[in-house]
């Protein structure tokens, strides 16, 4: 089917391609024009490769008209800024990385352009990617495609605001604590968090591998539409014998999947998120679309969860801050506010050898608790964050002061647990999107994009498009 917005899909483009329908010189062109016009709007692109594309694009050509094969070949894609790309810019948010150009590709971006994807431009990120809304001195502040008042979330939200307003047909983001998801709720887009080593992280800055993270990062796709998700995701997973957490393991085929015999649960209160009645009301739309088409659907209590956003934060500064403030001392103190109290506070969470495995264990503990309640379910039906995307530097739900993470405390829960999930669309409040997370057991993406699949079919028309502006 159409993306949302009635624009062609990825796949519906690579199939064009494949035809001969479309050149891909032509379709880099088109989605070139259109990020140069979005960028100015939105201000979403850290570096616009049109030389380079061009180039990829020609040579995408000669491969089509050789009859040669590709699961994505000539088709565009974007990139976020924290992600290498040989050749290109490799800032990530930060003024610590001028100057920098990566010598090689990411893993995965080598496995898009393998597969014979044309890289068309790098994707704005908050600085260092520590931050749910994308904005860092080194390119300003991305906007939210419905209000510029509002952000766009982060830290992969250049990605999402492009995919909104159809100026990407998709792109490569990362998730740590939700930096996939939360951009593509606040814009209302399609996002995919993996399972926990399911990807590579090889080639991203700043690497989580070697912190207090372990897994809990993963890159991911993003795209407008569930079958575009897994387009891509079809091409990017497995070990790359670098990164220790990545492992290959076998993909299911969602398309294979009877969504009517799922056993589905669904959930709006964690305890600490504080949903807002339309937050409330896009679970519950979701719900009902899949009890809709026969699956088995019930309210569900999750376990305890008033841990996760103090364990998520307390493993990501186990070291007190040491390696980030290492990390970007080429900036010279030059960051946003946020930043900037992050390097100053966290010293205090700093923990000796017996501190940090007392804080694993605590982890494991909730990281299996999580598991196990998923594990009752197919899929598991919960909000991403507590409301649509707020006024810049200000919490979802009510727009106050950002003084605390409890609102994102939802996708922190699956970030913890290691847990694919997908983010669909499902509702808006205010005139903004709220998008459902679609939680599965790990290792088992297709019977959340199965699910997915039915709420974009279900509730295409439950999210008005962006303004145009």
């Given at each position: 089917?159409?993306?949302?917005?009635?624009?062609?899909?990825?796949?519906?483009?690579?199939?064009?391609?494949?035809?001969?329908?479309?050149?891909?010189?032509?379709?880099?062109?088109?989605?070139?024009?259109?990020?140069?016009?979005?960028?100015?709007?939105?201000?979403?692109?850290?570096?616009?490769?049109?030389?380079?594309?061009?180039?990829?694009?020609?040579?995408?050509?000669?491969?089509?008209?050789?009859?040669?094969?590709?699961?994505?070949?000539?088709?565009?894609?974007?990139?976020?800024?924290?992600?290498?790309?040989?050749?290109?810019?490799?800032?990530?948010?930060?003024?610590?990385?001028?100057?920098?150009?990566?010598?090689?590709?990411?893993?995965?971006?080598?496995?898009?352009?393998?597969?014979?994807?044309?890289?068309?431009?790098?994707?704005?990120?908050?600085?260092?990617?520590?931050?749910?809304?994308?904005?860092?001195?080194?390119?300003?502040?991305?906007?939210?495609?419905?209000?510029?008042?509002?952000?766009?979330?982060?830290?992969?939200?250049?990605?999402?605001?492009?995919?909104?307003?159809?100026?990407?047909?998709?792109?490569?983001?990362?998730?740590?604590?939700?930096?996939?998801?939360?951009?593509?709720?606040?814009?209302?887009?399609?996002?995919?968090?993996p399972t926990a080593g399911r990807l590579p992280e090889t080639g991203v800055w700043p690497s989580t591998r070697d912190t207090g993270m372990l897994d809990?990062?993963?890159?991911?796709?993003?795209?407008?539409?569930?079958?575009?998700?897994?387009?891509?995701?079809?091409?990017?997973?497995?070990a790359d014998g670098i990164d220790p957490f990545a492992h290959d393991a076998p993909l299911r085929d969602h398309g294979t999947v009877d969504a009517g015999?799922?056993?589905?649960?669904?959930?709006?209160?964690?305890?600490?998120?504080?949903?807002?009645?339309?937050?409330?009301?896009?679970?519950?739309?979701?719900?009902?679309?899949?009890?809709?088409?026969?699956?088995?659907?019930?309210?569900?209590?999750?376990?305890?969860?008033?841990?996760?956003?103090?364990?998520?934060?307390?493993?990501?500064?186990?070291?007190?801050?040491?390696?980030?403030?290492?990390?970007?001392?080429?900036?010279?103190?030059?960051?946003?506010?946020?930043?900037?109290?992050?390097?100053?506070?966290?010293?205090?969470?700093?923990?000796?050898?017996?501190?940090?495995?007392?804080?694993?264990?605590?982890?494991?503990?909730?990281?299996?608790?999580?598991?196990?309640?998923?594990?009752?379910?197919?899929?598991?039906?919960?909000?991403?964050?507590?409301?649509?995307a707020p006024l810049h530097g200000r919490r979802p739900g009510d727009d106050g002061e950002l003084e605390d993470y409890m609102a994102f405390s939802y996708?922190?829960?699956?970030?913890?647990?290691?847990?694919?999930?997908?983010?669909?669309?499902?509702?808006?409040?205010?005139?903004?999107?709220?998008?459902?997370?679609?939680?599965?057991?790990?290792?088992?993406?297709?019977?959340?994009?199965?699910?997915?699949?039915?709420?974009?079919?279900?509730?295409?028309?439950?999210?008005?498009?962006?303004?145009?502006?």
């Amino acid at each position: 089917m159409p993306a949302r917005t009635g624009e062609p899909t990825a796949a519906e483009l690579v199939e064009l391609l494949r035809r001969r329908e479309v050149g891909g010189r032509e379709l880099a062109e088109r989605y070139l024009e259109r990020l140069d016009r979005a960028d100015g709007a939105l201000n979403a692109v850290t570096y616009l490769a049109r030389d380079e594309a061009l180039a990829a694009a020609d040579a995408a050509d000669r491969a089509l008209a050789a009859g040669e094969q590709g699961a994505l070949l000539g088709l565009p894609v974007t990139v976020k800024d924290s992600i290498a790309v040989a050749g290109l810019p490799w800032g990530s948010g930060s003024l610590a990385r001028e100057g920098v150009v990566a010598d090689e590709d990411a893993t995965l971006v080598a496995r898009l352009r393998a597969a014979g994807a044309v890289v068309l431009a790098k994707t704005t990120t908050p600085e260092y990617t520590w931050s749910y809304e994308a904005d860092c001195v080194a390119t300003g502040r991305t906007l939210n495609p419905y209000d510029p008042a509002r952000t766009c979330g982060g830290s992969s939200g250049g990605e999402a605001a492009l995919l909104a307003v159809d100026a990407t047909p998709a792109g490569l983001g990362t998730d740590g604590f939700g930096s996939i998801r939360v951009p593509s709720h606040y814009c209302g887009t399609f996002g995919l968090r993996p399972t926990a080593g399911r990807l590579p992280e090889t080639g991203v800055w700043p690497s989580t591998r070697d912190t207090g993270m372990l897994d809990m990062s993963t890159p991911g796709p993003m795209a407008r539409s569930v079958g575009d998700l897994a387009l891509l995701l079809g091409t990017l997973g497995g070990a790359d014998g670098i990164d220790p957490f990545a492992h290959d393991a076998p993909l299911r085929d969602h398309g294979t999947v009877d969504a009517g015999s799922l056993h589905v649960a669904f959930y709006a209160d964690d305890g600490m998120g504080g949903a807002t009645p339309g937050t409330r009301e896009a679970v519950a739309r979701a719900a009902r679309a899949l009890e809709a088409v026969g699956a088995a659907v019930e309210e569900a209590k999750p376990p305890p969860l008033d841990d996760v956003t103090d364990v998520a934060f307390r493993m990501m500064a186990a070291d007190g801050g040491a390696q980030a403030r290492a990390d970007l001392a080429p900036a010279r103190g030059r960051h946003v506010p946020q930043v900037t109290w992050l390097l100053e506070n966290l010293a205090p969470f700093s923990l000796s050898a017996a501190g940090f495995f007392e804080l694993m264990r605590r982890w494991i503990e909730l990281r299996g608790a999580i598991r196990r309640f998923v594990a009752g379910y197919d899929v598991v039906i919960c909000p991403t964050v507590a409301g649509p995307a707020p006024l810049h530097g200000r919490r979802p739900g009510d727009d106050g002061e950002l003084e605390d993470y409890m609102a994102f405390s939802y996708v922190q829960t699956y970030s913890v647990a290691g847990l694919p999930v997908v983010v669909a669309p499902a509702g808006a409040e205010r005139g903004l999107p709220i998008g459902v997370q679609v939680v599965a057991s790990s290792g088992r993406e297709d019977l959340a994009l199965s699910a997915a699949a039915v709420l974009e079919e279900a509730l295409a028309s439950a999210v008005p498009p962006p303004p145009r502006r």
